[in-house]
Every structure is written in C-alpha cells, then in structure tokens.
C-alpha cells in the first residue's frame, strides 16, 4: 500500500484553478480534516524552504494567520512585532521547553506584501540536521501549525494572485513530482522499522472504528457482545499511551538516513560492484568477474561536492533459481523504486555494434531496470536516471568514439557517460554529470530530507494522539461522538500509512462478526 | 396528530383503470414501471412535481405490500425514512399509520446514531400506500404487464446514445408515450424463485414473472452492463403453533415515536402495540443445513447474496458453532401469522420444518408460507447519474433492487429522487443532486453511481462521513426547506410546518446562547449542577446532567416558549461544536461536488497526461463531478489537477465558441464547469 502523503493536495489545486476563473481571490481553504477537536482550525503551514545538503543558513518559513503568534513566542518579541521586511537576530526557542535551538536572523513579512500574500515569518538557521529538526518540531507543536503538503507555498501565493497563470500550469507537473519526491521518501521510511509501528497502530485502529461502528449500526439486532467495547477502551487506552511514548522519544527508533538516494542498478557483471568501489574509493563491496556476486545492498555514505549521498549498490537483476540470489534481487528493485536517482550500468561490449539496435537495447534494458511509469508514454524522466556504460577500456577506441557520438543522436538515453573502472576512462566526466544531478535534487528540499517527514509524521501523530483522547471523553455519554474521535484518529495516521475507506471498515466488521440484518 | 385522515378506499378504487385499454389518455410525462416501495415512491414524487404520472403495475392489490420482513426503519435505515419524510414521501407516514411497534434502537449510543424502527401492519400499510396513491392529482395507477420499453435508435453522431419515448404492455393496446420512464422492477428482472431444488421464473411468489422483452431491451438494444445477485425471504410461521413462553418478551417504546416530522403520534396507542419476541438457533439447525447442502441450489449458486442478511445456510456455514438470533415478529394487529427474522432459508418446505423445529420456542410450529430464495438482474449502478438517470438512455431512470440495493428504505429514498428527477427531465427543468454532505440519501446514491456495488446495497451510518451532521432529529432542517425552494416536490404544507421549526430554534438557540451567567449565578440557579467555565445557556446544556426542561424551569421567561423542542435543542447543543468543525469540511466537498465533468469526454484518448489506469478507471466509472473522481481508488491528485486543468480549457473554449454562434444550448454549456446540477448529455 502506498501511503498517502498527498491527500489532499490536490483539492487545495483544485481550488486555486477554479478561483482563477474570475472570482476574487478567497481566503484559501484547504483541508483541515481530520484536525481534531481542540486544535484551531486556523490554517497556517511551515516547511524547510532552503535546499539541505552542506549549507551554512538553512531557510524555514510559515504562512498564515498564526505566523505572528508563531514569531512572538519563538523569538521572544512579546511586546511587538519587527518592523516588516527587516532582519533581526534573536535567540530562536522552543515555545513549550523554553529552551533556546539556535541564534538566527527571523524576517517579519506582514499581508500583502509577502511571498504568499499571507502573513509571513522565515527563519534564517544554522543549517545543521539536528537544528532544522528542531525547528520544525517546536513549529509543529504550535497549535493551529501544520506541515505544509507538496506545492502549498506556491498555491497560495497564486491564490493571493502573487504568480502569473503561466506558473499555475505547470502546478499539477509541480505536485506530480513533489508527490512523487513525498512517496519515495514515504517508501523509504515505510519499509523501515517505523513503518512497521506505524502499520500496526493503524492495523490496531482500524479494529478499533470497525468494532464500535458494528457495535453502533448492528448491535441492537446482532449478538455483538459488550465485551466489544471494552476491548476497544483497552485497545484505545494501549495506543494512547503507545503513541505517548512515542512522541515523547527522543531516539524515535531508527536513524532515518539522510542525503539523496542514489542507487546502483543493472544486469549482473555489469561492474556495479566496480563503480561503487570507484566512486567510495576503497572496496567497500566485493567485486569478482562471476555473476552473481553481490547479493545484498551495500551501502555507503559519500560526499559528492558537498552534497550528502547515501549509495547502494544492489544484486545484479536475473532470473535465478538461487532463493539468496532472488531476494537479492527483489531488494535491489525495491531500493530502485525507492531511489532519488538510479545509476543504470551496462556492460558496453555487450551492446550490439549498430547503433539503431545499440539505441533499442539500451532502451529496453531501462525499460526492464526502471520501475514501471505513471505515464508511460512520455519518456523516462531524465532527471531520475543516469546511464553508464562500463568497460571502455575493453571496446576498440574508435568503436568507442563512433558509440559515443551516435548515441548522442538518441533522445530518451541522454544523459549517458562513458567509462571504465577499470582505468578511470571518463571517470571525470561522470562525476561531475553526477555532481550536477546530485545538486539539482538537493535543491529540492523533499527529497532526501528525514527532518521534514519526521515533523510530518509527528504533527499527523499529535492530532492522532489527541483525537484518541475524544474517544475517552464521549466513551460513555454519546458513542457516536466517540466512534467520531477513532475515525479522526484513523484519518490522522492515514496520512502517514494511508487512507482507509468506509468499505474496508465494513469488510473488518463481517469478518469479526456474523451480522445478520 | 395524524395529518391524513384515511380516506374509505372504495370511493378511490374506481377512479383506477383496472385495464390499460381503459386509460384515458396514451401519453405522460412520466411512467412508473413498478408498484413496490421504489415504484410507489416515484410516481407519488414525480405528480408532486408536477408531471403527468402513470403507475404500471401487475396487481394494483399488491401496490404498497411488504414482499420481506413487516418492518420499517433501524439504525441507517430509519435516517433514510425521515429523510424520504422530509422530502415529502409516504413511506414515514404510512409507518406511523401501520406501525404496530415502535421503538428507537441506538437509544444509547448518541442522537446521531438512533435509528427510528417499527413492525408493521401488512395491510395497514399496503392500505395506505394504495389509498394516498389513488388520491394523488396527475397520477393515475393502471393494472398492466410491461411488454417493452420504447426507445429511439442511436443518435448516429453519438453511438449508443438512445432516448425512451415510452412502453408497451402486454396486452397488445397500442404504446403509451411519455418523456420518461422509471423502472423500479425489483426482483422481478429475469427473476428466478429457488427452493430446495426447484428453480421458477418470477421475482416474488404468488406473481407472474416480468415480460423478457424488457430484459432484452436493457441488455441488447440499450447495451447495459447488468449482473445478478440473490436475497431470500423466510418461511411464516402459525403464530398459534409457536410455544411463545419460551421466548423472550421484547417490549416497544411507550409512548412510540412517529417518523414524520409531520405527526406527534402514532396511530396505534402506546398500550395496542405487540411485542415482538427473541430467540436463538441451536446446534440442531446447524446439523440440519449440513445434511440438505445438497438438496438446496440456491446456496450452491454464486450470484452475490448481501452479507448482512444472510440466509439462515450462509450464517451457519460462516459462522459455525455459534448461536445466532431469531426474532419473531408480529405481522399485523389481525395476522395469525408471525415473521422470523434472521431464517430466510431456501431448503425444501420438509426440511425448512424439520429446522425450525430445532428451535425451542418452535418445537411444534406449522409453516404457513415456505422461506424462498430469489435471483434476479441489477443494473450496474455506474451506468446512472446522479440524478439516477440512465448516462446513455435520455429520459430512462432506475431506482432500487434494479440498482443493487436491498431494503424497503434503500428503494423508497431512490424511487423518490428518480421520480422528482423524472419528472424535472419531462418538464424541462434542470436536474437536482443530493449532496453526501447533506443527507444519507446522497451518500446512497453518491456509492452506488461512483463506486457501484458488488452485493446487494444497505445503507448503515458507517457509510457516511458526516454521520453527526446528518442526524434524524434535523432530516427537516436539511432536505424539506430545499425539497420545497429548489426541488418542488414539498407541499406548502409542510414548508411552513418546517419553517415555523426552524425560526423557533434559531430564536431558541439565540436565547440559550444570550443567558450569559457567572459560575457562581448558575450555581444558584442549578444548584445540583458542577459548572466550570460555562459561558452561556449553550454551553451549559451541553452537561450530560442538564436538560433544556431544567433551563426552562430555572429561566420560564425567554425559554417556555421552545418547550416543545426541548429534545432537538439538547441535540442541537451537544453536537454543535462538531458540527461546526465538520462544516468546512462540508464546504470543499460541495465544492468538488460543484465541477461536474462532462459525460461524453473520452478519457482514453484525452490529449493530457494521465496514466493508463487512470484513464480506465475513469473511462469505466464516467464520474459525474471532481468530487466522485477524487473518492475513486487509483486515481492519483496529479491526476485530477490534469484532468480539471484540461475541463477548465474546453469549458473556456466551448464559450468561447458559443458567443460567436449562439445556440439554445448555451446556458447549459456554459455550467459545465460550475453547475451544481448533472448536465444531461
């Protein structure tokens, strides 16, 4: 299941494109479902907006009503705001702890005259992790403060009529790949650990809506026992407590592991183990000329010109017979599946000497590494691969020079380098088509980023948290109310494992009971 | 009181034409095919509208009978009853007439979850319905068996597009003409009766089966999809045979509370009402199912049955070693006859009596009418609009099992919105939808035309989002003040009625809300009371320990005049804060809902960039609006921006086009983004 980072996003789009139609601009109105009783349904959101990577400042920003409120007790001005548009350096704190996270520049940006035509505050940071994480956790705990989805910013600066139509086409494009750069991380992080905890309290809680909702609509007909209701209070009561302790971990379970995503990829002894040994400069994976070698991920942290990466190197992708060999082999598609950017190396003496066949094979082989296309009939986005062919050192130069310039010819296999692990052949070259890749997406501040999952997760976690507590409070005097606080809940964690539909509520409550009315 | 005083039914018996040949005129604006709780429904809500009706129906005996179970309402249901009531339809009014056992399950689980039920008198009711039919203006009730439906060929620039122009019945009389044609023909669509091992065609026993012309028609000529599904019905038991001291008593409400928001009481008195009793399967059911599997074809079949109903063979073979409950019920106040609800059984009539003789309370009972089961052909539901109209069939509508429902309710809140929706089609006027943030009814018709259905359709409160908003207790405040500004199928009547009721609570809230007291003034004012932090009468009723009966007494002066809403303003009280929260959510669905999305677009080869899933998705469903489309599996939010990015160039570009050559058809090309109602195409 795909978790559903992006609920709602697009209804915010949606929004926005019908207002262009003429009507003036209104107050934005995105979702706030699922915001539970208590939390104000104000509407103000903050993201990291600066790139991450090694940087000396990092950007945060807010926007919307309670920007003000948010700059106050952050950066400690109780008496009065700074004048607009002026930076001022202040000790930045956390409104619950009081304790101080960094000493930066905050920039008071009064409606209409910001970026989004609300009220706005940036923060100016030092652009350590473990600082921005900070930050965007003392955010998320001001009420009436949520993430910002994919693309918000720049809908609600259309909506404030601060951008031209001509951006506003291409906001779908936008909120395609920002939901795409959303999922991967959400995989990344869903297959982990946490994934898991999260799955469960949302297996658990589905139970939970599923047992009170056949005990509201079947019980006065059915035998469903009381004794349903009190497994629920227990079930309820553990989760509570469970998503408590959870929140209050400073640990948080695992290490979410920052930097762009970049995997390697391809047909076995295609020199994968090579290029990784190359680029880490030390043999870091075994590399033998049998087929087959690597059968697990390695991975390693590398510092490509300044950029944070994590690179793996997976199995090579074969039908095998060997069970290690095939789980390899299922783990290295799903590395690529989640990865920011795939290294797709081929054996360039395997390519057949004519150029139109060179050009159908290589085209078919990304088809084959490539996870499959939302929209298959636009090429492979260019941005998330990158081609090698390996072993120069073994193809005739002038074999070499004419495979080179034929292919240039071909659109849909660019970009492409040539080189040999073997004798660093183009290696140069390589590094920096990789070195501009890996900038270009670290510019993107979704992908790679933890932190900003991580406040995410812990705001969606919150409202979860504190929709439980609604359960408790109306348990006794009105079950619909109650049944209203599970639903809330459920919807809250959706965000983060996935929506969960009427249906498959009602498909718990048939397999649990035997109604019959 | 009862509003309706019910007329002597001879005196109306006449005004029927017994024969189609003898009906005065051969054309209508409207036909219903079918007299059952969707038929009856339709045609008495498309003469309010204002059209021209003519109800076919087999036997003009069985109009209004009660093929199943003798009750009304429960959890789920009974919101779809005051809703239909709230719209001005019978099936509320005809309970509180034939109810002879009231009661409001849910009692204590929240007014949002209480669910309205009653047993009900079989004739009482049949009587009713027959009687407030025949009185009806425009509509008239002819006896008659549906030969054909009469449609044009395909438009040739539109393949498959067709349009009704009326139906043929089966008595060779010449067709009757009309500009639309419901079809509320339940079980009877290539029906088939089982029990035990014998299969006959018919959709309900003791009837002929339905013509299969229509059959054909739907299938070849206008190319539906249609698939088949089962239900079953329970043998009736001699009331006398059954040792009913072994059972256990279960007692109504008293006083009971009506469903029409139009009556204070009911006709039975609170101390004429029966009781019902309830009793529990034992092992020795269980053994009889497992030796006659293989006498019993029904349950070999593998047409979809509900799973909320299921036979006594299904809950068994599901759920074995389990006791199950059997209630018996009252059928009427005259009835010797009594219903077990929970043993719809379709083994043969030996070994139906061999099984409920397991059950104690019935270890002598005599079978009066076997339990039976039937198939029968639905109609794909996402073939409809919302306005459950055919999308390729102008003019033809289906409303209830026809769609794949199951329930008296379920039909009636269809056949009621199909026949105002009939009836504007006929008279030129726009098409109406009905929010799933405003009524159950919306949620009922929003799952089956965007997300159809797999087995037969029941509507629970589970289904609907906004559950704590759409309560009994306010079905008027909802849908009667609409059904009577926008709709018209509300009399003047009851518009005032709900009026009144509205400006009253309105000033009652206000009244509750200027109480403004410190803590320790109303501590002296209700001194049985802790309140902490209270701010006004509003929130001081909210406490589960304050009544509006004890405010009222504490402030007689601004509050006695509202006693007669002193439960709806306690409600109201209670779920305010939620319903507030829940009101913007409200607002962005009724949004999405707004941006219909033209039915004739061809989403495979849509020049914009969508996913092959997508477009099969989306070809297959033909959402009406951007709201059904979101709430599809599969399709992604880039998806959608796409998609309304491209709706909102060809709307620009069809206006466009249409100042430079204006046409009659302009109005309607010009909503096409932004019209609340469908468009038809």
Redesign the interface.
Same mark, same amino acid.
């Given at each position: 299941m795909l978790p559903s980072v $992006?609920h709602g996003?697009?209804?915010a789009? +949606?929004?926005t494109? =019908?207002t262009s =139609?003429g009507t003036p601009p209104r107050r934005f109105?995105s *979702?706030? &479902?699922g915001?539970p +009783?208590g939390l104000a &349904?104000a509407e103000t959101i903050f993201a990291l907006s600066s790139g991450h990577g090694r940087c000396g400042v990092a950007v945060v920003r807010a926007s919307g009503p309670a920007s003000a409120t948010v700059l106050r007790c952050m950066a400690g001005l109780t008496r009065s705001l700074p004048p607009p548009r002026t930076a001022l350096l202040r000790s930045i704190t956390d409104p619950q702890s009081k304790e101080v996270l960094d000493r930066g520049l905050v920039l008071w940006f009064p409606a209409p005259h910001s970026f989004t035509g609300e009220d706005c505050v940036e923060f100016h940071i030092h652009g350590g992790p473990a600082v921005i994480t900070a930050v965007l956790q003392a955010l998320g705990s001001v009420p009436g403060m949520r993430p910002a989805e994919a693309g918000e910013f720049t809908r609600r600066a259309f909506q404030a009529g601060k951008l031209g139509l001509t951006e506003v086409?291409g906001?779908?494009?936008l909120?395609?790949a920002e939901?795409e750069a959303q999922r991967r991380q959400a995989l990344r992080q869903m297959s982990g650990e946490l994934g898991h905890l999260y799955q469960d309290w949302s297996y658990r809680l589905k139970r939970c809506l599923a047992h009170v909702?056949a005990?509201? &609509?079947? *019980?006065? &007909?059915?035998?469903i026992e009381d004794g349903v209701l009190n497994q629920v209070d227990r079930s309820v009561c553990d989760l509570q407590a469970e998503i408590e302790r959870h929140l209050k971990d400073e640990r948080r379970g695992e290490r979410l592991r920052s930097g762009v995503h970049v995997v390697i990829a391809g047909a076995t002894n295609a020199g994968k183990s090579s290029l990784l040994n190359t680029l880490c400069q030390r043999p870091a994976a075994i590399v033998s000329p049998i087929a087959g070698t690597t059968r697990d991920v390695v991975e390693t942290a590398l510092d490509i010109g300044g950029f944070p990466v994590l690179l793996s190197d997976t199995a090579g992708l074969r039908e095998s017979p060997d069970l290690v060999e095939r789980e390899g082999v299922r783990r290295a598609r799903e590395r690529v599946e989640q990865a920011d950017l795939t290294l797709v190396v081929v054996d360039c003496t395997n390519l057949p000497s004519d150029a139109q066949q060179a050009s159908a094979f290589l085209q078919e082989h990304l088809r084959s590494v490539l996870p499959s296309q939302?929209?298959?009939?636009?090429v492979f986005p260019a941005n998330r691969f990158l081609l090698v062919l390996n072993k120069t050192d073994l193809l005739p130069q002038e074999q070499k020079l004419k495979l080179d310039g034929e292919l240039r010819q071909v659109s849909g296999l660019s970009p492409f380098c040539l080189i040999s692990c073997h004798n660093n052949e183009g290696l140069q070259d390589f590094l920096t088509v990789l070195h501009s890749h890996v900038k270009t997406l670290c510019g993107d501040p979704l992908s790679g980023a933890p932190t900003l999952t991580q406040a995410r997760h812990r705001a969606h976690l919150q409202q979860c948290f504190a929709a439980l507590a609604q359960y408790q409070q $109306?348990r006794d005097?009105?079950?619909?109310?109650?049944a209203?606080g599970v639903r809330l809940a459920l919807t809250s964690l959706g965000r983060i494992t996935g929506r969960v539909g009427?249906?498959e509520?009602?498909d718990i409550?048939?397999k649990d009971f035997?109604?019959?009315? | 009181m009862l509003t309706k005083k019910l007329p002597p039914l001879r005196s109306f018996l006449v005004q029927v034409s017994r024969h189609a040949s003898h009906i005065a005129r051969q054309q209508y604006d409207v036909i219903v095919v079918g007299g059952g709780h969707a038929g009856t429904e339709a045609a008495a809500a498309a003469a309010r509208v204002g059209a021209e009706t003519l109800l076919v129906t087999q036997k003009i005996h069985t109009i209004g009978a009660l093929s199943c179970n003798p009750s009304l309402g429960g959890v789920g249901k009974g919101q779809l009853v005051k809703e239909v009531d709230a719209l001005d339809g019978l099936c509320g009014r005809a309970g509180d007439w034939a109810g002879i056992h009231f009661s409001i399950l849910n009692r204590r689980k929240g007014p949002a979850v209480w669910g309205p039920r009653a047993q009900l008198d079989r004739e009482r009711y049949r009587k009713f319905i027959q009687s407030e039919l025949l009185s009806t203006p425009r509509l008239t009730v002819v006896e008659g068996s549906v030969e054909d439906l009469l449609v044009t060929e395909p438009n040739p620039e539109e393949p498959g597009h067709h349009k009704v122009t009326g139906i043929r019945l089966e008595n060779g009389s010449d067709p009757i003409s009309a500009s639309s044609v419901i079809l509320t023909t339940g079980t009877f669509l290539t029906g088939s009766l089982f029990m035990g091992q014998t299969m006959s065609p018919g959709g309900r026993i003791g009837d002929a089966p339905s013509s299969a012309g229509l059959s054909r028609t739907m299938r070849e000529r206008l190319g539906l999809r249609i698939g088949r599904l089962r239900t079953g019905t329970p043998p009736r038991i001699v009331k006398d045979s059954v040792d009913l001291a072994q059972a256990h008593l279960h007692l109504p409400d008293s006083p009971p509370t009506p469903f029409s928001f139009l009556n204070t009481h009911t006709r039975c008195k609170p101390e004429e009402q029966l009781p019902c009793y309830l009793t529990y399967t034992t092992p020795g059911v269980e053994r009889v199912v497992q030796e006659s599997l293989h006498l019993n074809c029904h349950i070999q079949q593998d047409a979809k049955g509900p799973r909320y109903c299921p036979s006594i063979e299904s809950r068994v073979l599901r759920f074995p070693g389990r006791k199950h409950q059997v209630w018996l019920e009252p059928e009427g106040v005259t009835s010797d006859l009594l219903y077990p609800q929970g043993l719809s059984m379709t083994m043969p009539p030996d070994i139906q009596l061999r099984l409920i003789r397991e059950i104690p309370a019935m270890h002598r009972a005599e079978i009066h009418t076997p339990g039976y089961g039937v198939q029968y052909d639905f109609v794909c539901p996402t073939q409809l609009s919302p306005a459950l109209q055919v999308k390729s069939t102008q003019g033809l509508f289906l409303a209830g099992q026809i769609n794949g429902t199951t329930g008296y309710e379920e039909a009636a809140a269809q056949g009621l919105w199909a026949g105002v929706n009939a009836a504007r089609w006929a008279l030129s006027m726009p098409a109406v939808t009905l929010s799933r943030t405003e009524s159950y009814i919306g949620v009922l018709i929003d799952d089956l035309v965007s997300r159809g259905v797999t087995e037969p359709y029941r509507m629970f409160t589970s289904r609907a989002e906004f559950r704590t908003s759409l309560r009994p207790d306010n079905a008027d405040l909802r849908l009667t003040l609409k059904g009577f500004e926008e709709v018209g199928c509300v009399s003047s009547l009851r518009y005032q009625e709900a009026v009144r009721v509205r400006d009253s609570l309105h000033e009652a809230l206000a009244a509750l809300q200027s109480l403004v007291l410190s803590s320790p003034n109303w501590k002296k004012k209700l001194p049985d009371i802790h309140i902490c932090e209270a701010k006004n009468g509003m929130d001081v009723l909210q406490y589960s320990d304050v009544s509006f009966e004890m405010l009222a007494s504490a402030f007689p002066e601004c509050l006695s005049p509202y006693m007669e809403f002193s439960q709806r303003l306690k409600i109201e009280a209670v779920y305010k804060r939620h319903c507030d929260l829940q009101r913007k959510e409200i607002a962005r669905i009724q949004k999405e809902e707004n941006m219909s999305l033209p039915q004739d677009m061809d989403y495979i080869s849509l020049p914009v960039s969508l996913s092959n899933e997508a477009r099969e998705i989306l070809d297959r469903v033909r959402p009406s609006t951007l709201g059904a489309a979101t709430r599809l599996q599969g399709i992604t939010p880039a998806a959608i921006v796409h998609l309304l990015h491209y709706v909102r160039c060809i709307g620009q570009k069809e206006r466009q086009r249409h100042r430079s050559q204006p046409d009659q058809k302009e109005e309607r090309k010009e909503d096409l983004c932004a019209s609340s109602a469908s468009l038809p195409q």
């Open positions: $992006y996003i697009w209804r789009a +949606v929004h494109l =019908r =139609r109105l *979702s706030c &479902d915001l +009783v &349904d086409e906001l779908g494009d909120i395609h939901t909702e005990f509201i &609509d079947f *019980s006065e &007909d059915e035998l939302e929209q298959p009939e636009t $109306y005097i009105d079950l619909a109310l109650a209203e009427a249906e509520i009602l409550i048939f035997c109604i019959g009315k | -």
